[in-house]
């Protein structure tokens, strides 16, 4: 192997190297759309079916409990996650750990 071979080769797997770190990093960043907390990015997220953890992974704390009731085979309860700024809120109604419902007022 000649020497300018070997250079480029060498030139080639650090290049690499550096690239493969940096879309590694890209993949393991969450957009600022995707970071947790109560705006209306995260609002808009929110689905039909989705769990209460899979809630409270996007919106990054536990909500406030506002309403809980149970039937047979149903059990209702009403999250309330407040942004503390002007009144700003979300709200989320679970029927068997299913999201069913979600609204909120002033969101940014």
Known sequence: MTRRAFLWGFLA???????DGLYEKRLREPKASEKPGVTMASYRRLTAGMSYQSVVDILGAPGQVQERSEAPGLTSV???WPTGSGGANLSVKFNN???AVKTQFKLK
């Open 13 to 19: 797997g650090v290049a690499l190297g550096l690239f």
């Open 78 to 80: 009403t999250y309330l």
């Open 97 to 99: 750990d299913k999201l």
